[in-house]
């Protein structure tokens, strides 16, 4: 029954019958997993508590959710909190990030046109790395953007900044990968053609 509902009737339903809560549990939970995981340095154990007092705190709070309010977005803004207050008693910044090799296809691909540079695991992993070492108000806005696939909007509702906020650190954010993809490619040339005068 609950299967066929849209997120914000489940929303309705789920405030007289915590069934219909499961299932926007179930639609979100894979989804909320992997992008705390992209934007944290946690375990898989340490991310499924954030899980945990994430869903808790969407459910306790279902008679505030505004319903002009998308409920992914709501959601999403929930486990971002958490996940940076869950940072903060640890007192550490996220050191790695969880991203797979087609995150970084993804993201190339997000308005470059660098699909023929795409060929090597080296490339790949330097952004990997370029990624990893981003600050983390630019690391969110990029996973988000490009990862998660988040509207402008809704990245507005979720990190809780203005739409040119959001836009000047994406921008920051690509450029630090893109300057930092162009220097170890550089650095790359260089090293090849010391070899071929060797």
Not at 11 to 17: F, L, T
Not at 32 to 49: A, H, P
Request: proline share 2%; aromatic share 10%; hydrophobic share 35%.
């Amino acid at each position: 029954m609950y299967e066929t509902m849209g997120d914000n009737e489940l929303v309705e339903a789920s405030k007289s019958n915590p069934d219909a809560f499961g299932e926007l549990v179930l639609r979100y939970q894979k989804r909320l997993f992997y992008f705390i995981k992209r934007i944290s340095f946690f375990s898989d154990e340490d991310i499924d508590d954030i899980l945990q007092e994430t869903f808790i705190k969407a459910y306790k709070s279902l008679n505030i959710f505004k319903t002009d309010l998308k409920f992914s977005t709501w959601i999403y803004q929930i486990a971002r909190n958490a996940t940076i207050d869950a940072i903060r008693k640890k007192h550490a910044r996220p050191q790695t990030v969880c991203l797979e090799q087609d995150d970084m296809v993804k993201f190339l691909c997000s308005g470059e046109n660098l699909q023929n540079n795409l060929e090597t695991k080296e490339k790949l992993e330097v952004v990997q790395k370029a990624i990893r070492a981003l600050p983390h108000k630019y690391r969110e806005v990029i996973i988000l953007r490009f990862l998660e696939e988040k509207s402008y909007e809704e990245m507005m509702d979720i990190v809780q900044k203005p739409k040119g906020t959001v836009a000047a650190l994406i921008n920051r954010g690509r450029k630090i990968i893109f300057d930092e993809m162009k220097k170890t490619n550089n650095t790359q040339q260089t090293y090849n053609n010391n070899q071929a005068v060797i």
